[in-house]
């Protein structure tokens, strides 16, 4: 990774604290709020007429490819979506579960998640519950839920309440022996650490990228694979999201669903989101996935031994293999760690007697060490 001074420059915010809070919103990359920005620019200078509306949803069709090699998928099968939410509501619909089944989610999972599922109770799905030991869940215990009326293994790749990363290839394996949907919730690792949707045998995932692709609210995206696609008949739909989208057609009219995860997308978009994303993908692809993954690992593990060389308590530590960008630091005294945090310029997220600290390529070792005083 080329210089970090220099990557760091991009940042603003980066000037200001220490920031270890991606995991809560990241910052803007000069890059990502210049391409956000355009499209405000744009319409405060000149407005936004039919071509360029046209203009814009041809750029954001190409940027389909960028953002889904960022997961090794196809464009086809990426659909641009408000939130994380959306995406997992779509993932729970999409299965047709029958009264009866039911779907495996660790129960540290971020909250969207369980609902979109609970949601289902009412058609006589049922939840059952991976239970998770200190933040951790283990393989087997996903494994161990699973019975012959077992439909879905929903779960975070990284776990928002501990930051423990789970095994999508072994998971992805394991549902597809099975026949189970794979979905995977990937907001607290996308763009910090790879994932290749074919190797490890998603169905669909779903994201948020205000986090670790520092990107607007309001933006995220839904994958489907290809192998879904065929029968992923959407509850909603609208002009946006079908074939010819250009078409204002009279009765007597038809549905024409595209063939690709475009059909997910119902009305205008949030174009300056997008285009802030299509950037994020570009800077991803240029930092290069393996050294961002690398970095956000190595000051994971470096901030995991700082925090325990001084005496301080950590959930965990998990195994390397399920370490990710966030780590959770225990304190005892909201009020003074607050106030000693502040005076220390250190940004990260308090609450329930810990205190949630995120590492991305961007923070330092410096950065580090001036948590590990504050917390002292
Ligand atoms: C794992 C996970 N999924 C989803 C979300 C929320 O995403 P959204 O607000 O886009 O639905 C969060 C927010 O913290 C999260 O940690």
């Given at each position: 990774m080329e210089d970090i001074a220099r990557i760091r420059e991009n940042f603003p915010a980066l000037e200001h604290s220490a920031y270890l809070d991606t995991a809560t919103t990241g910052p803007f990359h000069k890059r990502v709020h210049a391409a956000a920005t355009r499209g405000y620019d744009q319409r405060l200078k000149e407005g936004l007429s039919i071509p360029e509306y046209k203009e814009w949803a041809r750029f954001i069709d190409d940027a389909r490819v960028d953002v889904a090699s960022?997961?090794?998928?196809?464009?086809?099968?990426?659909?641009?979506?408000?939130?994380?939410?959306?995406?997992?509501?779509?993932?729970?619909?999409?299965?047709?579960?029958?009264?009866?089944?039911?779907?495996?989610?660790?129960?540290i999972s971020f909250p969207s998640n369980a609902y979109a599922l609970l949601n289902l109770q009412r058609e006589g799905v049922r939840v059952k519950w991976a239970r998770s030991i200190h933040g951790a869940v283990p393989?087997?215990?996903?494994?161990?839920?699973?019975?012959?009326?077992?439909?879905?293994?929903?779960l975070c790749h990284v776990e928002h309440a501990s930051g423990f990363r789970h095994d999508l290839e072994r998971i992805g394996a394991f549902c597809r022996g099975r026949n189970l949907f794979f979905h995977v919730d990937c907001t607290q690792s996308i763009m910090a650490l790879r994932i290749d949707v074919k190797a490890s045998n998603i169905d669909m995932m779903?994201?948020?990228?205000?986090?670790?692709?520092?990107?607007?609210?309001?933006v995220g995206f839904f994958y489907c694979s290809a192998r879904l696609l065929e029968n992923a008949i959407p509850e909603s739909v609208g002009w946006f999201g079908m074939e010819d989208r250009w078409d204002m057609p009279q009765p007597p009219i038809d549905i024409?669903?595209?063939?690709?995860?475009?059909?997910?997308?119902?009305?205008?978009?949030?174009?300056?989101?997008?285009?802030?994303?299509?950037?994020?993908?570009?800077i991803y692809r240029e930092l290069g996935p393996k050294n961002i993954?690398?970095?956000?690992?190595?000051?994971n593990t470096i901030l995991s031994e700082r925090l325990l060389g001084a005496g301080i308590g950590v959930l965990g530590p998990f195994q390397d293999d399920n370490r990710s960008g966030i780590l959770y630091a225990r304190i005892t005294d909201h009020e003074r760690v607050s106030a000693s945090l502040a005076a220390h310029g250190v940004r990260v997220n308090l609450g329930h007697g810990m205190a949630r600290i995120s590492t991305h390529y961007f923070n330092t070792e410096d950065e580090i060490d001036r948590l590990v005083s504050a917390l002292q």
């Open positions: 960022v997961f090794k998928a196809k464009a086809e099968e990426l659909a641009y979506t408000k939130n994380a939410s959306e995406g997992i509501n779509l993932a729970a619909r999409l299965m047709n579960l029958s009264p009866g089944d039911n779907v495996v989610i660790p129960d393989f087997e215990e996903i494994t161990r839920q699973v019975d012959e009326r077992t439909r879905a293994v929903f779903s994201s948020a990228v205000y986090k670790w692709p520092c990107c607007p609210l309001g024409h669903i595209p063939g690709t995860a475009r059909r997910f997308e119902t009305g205008s978009p949030n174009f300056a989101g997008i285009f802030a994303l299509a950037e994020a993908a570009r993954e690398e970095r956000v690992l190595r000051l």
